[in-house]
Antibody, heavy 120, light 112 residues
Framework: EVQLVESGGGLVQPGGSLRLSCAASGFTFSSHWMSWVRQAPGKGLEWVAHINQRGSEKSYVASVKGRFTISRDNAQNSLFLQMNSLRAEDTAVYYC?????????????WGPGMLVAVSS | DIVMTQSPLSLPVTPGEPASISCRSSQNLLHSNGYTHLDWYQQKPGQSPQLLIYLASNRASGVPDRFSGSGSGTDFTLKISRVEAEDVGVYYCMQGLQTPYTFGQGTKLEIK
């Protein structure tokens, strides 16, 4: 079955760290750009970061630059998001998403999401 | 950053009637590769978002043909020809022309 499944979320104190993982299955993971998208409770969608097939190109939204790091392990079909110096405003459901093709930037496959709650 | 503005933000619709959502971008979304990087997503209550339309007018796999996308440059529209009860949810446009990719505020479609 073609799917993405996130893990690693939970409750963390402000200033703390968390590492999200996304396990891919049912498709050739190494052929796709991948992204993280988040959604604060009751709010809209916000793109967080993306990474190319080989992990050599990465980009981040300004609010997480320098605090979050996206990475991947193609041998393990896994995507990661290392989140440091977490703030209350990082509280959200985090989705990993697959980019459909090499010439588009749309997300044709999403995981169910993982809640990250930053609170003391 | 490119700003995406949707209207309306709330859309009550009678089943069987058409619906239309507008999305405007602060910059032209036509890439030098000839593609217009505007996508539409549907998020049903309690679910992950789902791709509906990519590159402004292409229906994603499995999407019913009552959904259609149109537009170019900075003005785009998502149309539902005949709304069904299962279409309830929030609809987002997103620009993928340049990072940071940005979404519209979302349009909440509800059934009258």
């Amino acid at each position: 079955e073609v799917q993405l499944v996130e893990s690693g979320g939970g409750l963390v104190q402000p200033g703390g760290s968390l590492r999200l993982s996304c396990a891919a299955s049912g498709f050739t993971f190494s052929s796709h750009w991948m992204s993280w998208v988040r959604q604060a409770p009751g709010k809209g969608l916000e793109w967080v970061a993306h990474i190319n097939q080989r992990g050599s190109e990465k980009s981040y939204v300004a609010s997480v630059k320098g605090r979050f790091t996206i990475s991947r392990d193609n041998a393990q079909n896994s995507l990661f998001l290392q989140m440091n110096s977490l703030r209350a405003e990082d509280t959200a459901v985090y989705y990993c998403a697959r980019v459909m093709t090499t010439v588009t930037t749309d997300f044709d496959l999403w995981g169910p999401g993982m809640l990250v709650a930053v609170s003391s | 950053d490119i700003v995406m503005t949707q209207s309306p933000l709330s859309l009550p619709v009678t089943p069987g009637e058409p619906a239309s959502i507008s999305c405007r971008s602060s910059q032209n979304l036509l890439h030098s590769n000839g593609y217009t990087h505007l996508d539409w997503y549907q998020q049903k209550p309690g679910q992950s978002p789902q791709l509906l339309i990519y590159l402004a007018s292409n229906r994603a796999s499995g999407v019913p043909d009552r959904f259609s996308g149109s537009g170019s440059g900075t003005d785009f529209t998502l149309k539902i020809s005949r709304v069904e009860a299962e279409d309830v949810g929030v609809y987002y446009c997103m620009q993928g022309l340049q990072t940071p990719y940005t979404f519209g505020q979302g349009t909440k479609l509800e059934i009258k």
